[in-house]
């Protein structure tokens, strides 16, 4: 796998994965006493979703440099979907567009000579380019659903142990608390791993 280092060049305003009016029609909510409360739980479900995807979703500018190990075949960008290539510089050359092409929605970029592709060349390829959802609407509506039902979840749980997983009431109570992960890999409820895992960036 080649390593990259990237810099964001155009940070996105927001990169909240849903609304706080979609929330609170959500749960049910009318009135603005939660608010803060809600928003600040929309902004850490987004990061947390971010980081079990492996990417920034938010459109951004970024400039994204590799450092080549032997002659890899095609280099897969760290965002996606890819909504435009400003420039490809080889060891300080500008590529021509007709000398690369790229998968926008898989982020896999390929170089081009004769109008077949070849592998890579050089020590040093840096790409600027411009990737991610430009909106709410524009992501993929699991992935929405996905950030609603973890605030959701949070919401139905704010008064309670979060630890505790059943209470049973005749004969004075018996109390069961989560041991250990919740999820395949300890991160997710395996309701949203389900809306979120063909999203997730796949090592190639």
């Known amino acids: 796998m080649t390593s990259s280092l990237l810099t964001v060049l155009t940070p996105a305003s927001s990169r909240a994965l849903t609304t706080l ?10 009135d603005d006493a939660a608010d803060a409360r809600l928003q600040r739980w929309i ?36 965002r996606r979907p890819v909504a435009a290539v400003a420039s490809i510089d080889v060891d300080g050359v500008t590529l021509a567009s007709d000398q690369y092409e790229i998968d926008p929605t898989a982020g896999l970029l390929y170089p081009i000579s004769g109008d ?23 992501l993929p509506r699991p992935i929405e659903a996905a950030c609603l039902g973890l605030v959701r979840h949070r919401w139905a749980a704010r008064d309670r142990d979060p630890m505790l997983r059943s209470l049973a ?36």
């Open 21 to 30: 009016a979609t929330v609170k029609d959500e749960i049910g909510i009318t």
């Open 43 to 78: 902004d850490e479900t987004s990061e947390r979703i971010e980081t079990y995807l492996g990417r920034v979703l938010a459109s951004e500018t970024v400039r994204e440099t590799f450092r080549l190990r032997g002659a890899p075949g095609c280099l897969r960008l760290a």
């Open 116 to 138: 077949e592709r070849v592998r890579w060349f050089g020590c040093t390829v840096i790409v600027t380019y411009t990737a991610g959802y430009t909106s709410i609407s524009a």
């Open 169 to 204: 009431i005749p004969g004075v109570a018996t109390e069961q608390y989560w041991v250990g992960a919740t999820g395949d890999d300890g991160d997710m409820p395996p309701e949203i791993e389900a809306l979120l895992g063909p999203f997730r960036t796949v090592t190639v």
